[in-house]
C-alpha cells in the first residue's frame, strides 16, 4: 500500500528502473549484498578468512593499490571501500561484484550470485547477475519493439491503445509495489483497442482484426488462435488473462513477457494494415475518440 505522503501527491512511488544510475538505495544494497555473503563470514575457520582474502584481493587487484600499503586493520579497509562505494561511478559498482565473483571459491558464488540479484531486483536495478557477468535484464531489441509500437500509435492516432501501452510501462517501471498484474491487463488491453482499430468495430476480437487484415488467410490459422488465446481477454476490468486462469503467479517476467509480445503484434497488425490505413473519427473503441492522448509514454525500463 502506498505511504500517506504518496497517497497525496507528495512523494512518488513510481520510480523507474536505474538504467544509467545508482541511488543510495542501490548502493546500499550492493553493499550489503558483499557484506551479507563474502565479509560477514564467521563459519570460516581458521585464519585466513575468506572475507581476509576478498579484501586483500579488492585492494590490491581491484583498487590497484600497493600491496605494503594495505590496511592492517579490518575496519579501515571496510571504511575505505564504503567511501569508495558511495562516490562511485554507477557502472563502478557492477564491476565491483563482478570482481568478487571472480575471486570467490566455487563453492560461494551461487549464494553470492543469489544475493547481488536480490538486492539489484528490491532496488530495481536494470541489470542482473548472470554466471558472475552484470547483464541488461532485456535488450535493445525489447525497448525497440516497445518504443516503435507506442510510436506507431501516435501516427495512427490510436490513443487509448497507446495510453493502455504507456501504463502498462509505467506499471512495470515502478521500484515500490509494482502492479504486475495490471501491467500485463494493460498491454492486452493495448492489442484489443488496435482490434477494434483493424475491424472498424466499437467491440471487435482480435480474431476480427486477422479477418480485416488479412482477408485471403495467409497467416497460419493456428497462429492466430495463439495469439488471440493470450491478447483476447475483456480488458483492465475483466475476469483474467491467461496468467491469471493458469492460477500462475504473475511477476516481472510475465509482465515483460506481455507487454513486449504486445507490442510486437500492434506493430504487425498496424504493417498488415499498410501505411495509408489511418483511423476513422467515428471508431471509439474504449468509449472514446481514438486518439484522444497526445502526450508521449515514458520511456520502457530497460528490463
Known amino acids: 500500500m502506498p505511504s500517506f505522503s504518496q497517497r497525496i501527491g507528495k512523494t512518488s512511488s513510481d520510480e523507474y528502473l536505474q538504467v544509467d544510475s545508482a541511488d ?3 548502493r546500499v544494497g550492493i553493499w550489503n549484498a558483499i557484506w551479507k555473503t563474502v565479509i560477514d563470514d564467521a563459519w570460516a575457520k581458521p585464519k585466513p578468512t575468506l572475507r581476509d582474502e576478498v579484501l586483500d584481493d579488492i585492494w590490491e587487484h581491484f583498487f590497484r593499490k600497493p600491496t605494503d600499503e594495505t590496511p ?3 575496519h579501515t579497509i571496510l571504511a575505505d571501500i564504503k567511501d569508495w562505494m558511495v562516490k562511485a561511478e554507477w557502472y563502478e559498482l557492477y564491476d565491483l561484484l563482478e570482481f568478487v565473483y571472480s575471486v570467490l571459491p566455487p563453492t560461494e558464488v551461487t549464494a553470492f550470485e543469489a ?20 547483464l541488461p535484464v532485456s535488450d535493445a531489441v525489447e525497448v525497440a519493439e516497445v518504443t516503435r509500437a507506442s510510436e506507431r500509435l501516435k501516427e495512427r492516432g490510436i490513443g487509448p ?5 504507456a501504463n502498462a510501462i509505467q506499471e512495470l517501471g515502478k521500484r ?19 482490434s477494434r482499430w483493424a ?6 476480437s482480435l480474431m476480427d482484426a486477422f479477418r480485416d487484415l488479412d482477408p485471403g488467410g495467409l497467416i497460419p490459422t493456428t497462429l492466430k488462435q495463439g495469439l488471440a488465446s493470450i491478447f483476447d481477454t475483456e480488458g483492465a476490468q475483466g475476469s483474467g488473462h491467461p496468467f491469471q486462469l493458469a492460477r500462475g503467479e504473475v511477476g516481472l517476467p510475465e509482465a515483460r513477457f506481455t507487454i513486449v509480445s504486445a507490442s510486437a503484434l500492434i506493430n504487425y497488425l498496424l504493417a498488415l494494415a ?8 467515428e471508431i471509439k473503441p474504449d468509449g472514446n475518440q481514438i486518439g484522444g492522448s ?3 509514454p515514458k520511456a520502457l525500463p530497460e528490463l
Not at 115 to 134: H, T, V
Not at 176 to 194: G, K
Not at 199 to 204: E, I, K, P, T, Y
Not at 274 to 281: F, I, M, Q, S, T
Open 176 to 194: 515500490r509495489r509494482p502492479d504486475f498484474d495490471l501491467a500485463v491487463r494493460e498491454a492486452a488491453a493495448a492489442v484489443q483497442s488496435v
Open 115 to 134: 544475493s547481488a540479484n536480490r538486492a539489484l531486483e528490491s532496488q530495481r536495478s536494470a541489470y542482473r547477475m548472470m554466471n558472475g557477468a552484470i
Open 161 to 165: 491503445a497507446r495510453d493502455h501501452l
Open 274 to 281: 499498410g501505411p495509408d490505413r489511418l483511423n476513422e473519427a
Open 72 to 74: 592492517k586493520e579490518t
Open 24 to 26: 543510495e538505495g542501490l
Open 294 to 296: 497526445t502526450d508521449a
Open 199 to 204: 475491424a472498424r468495430r466499437d467491440v471487435a
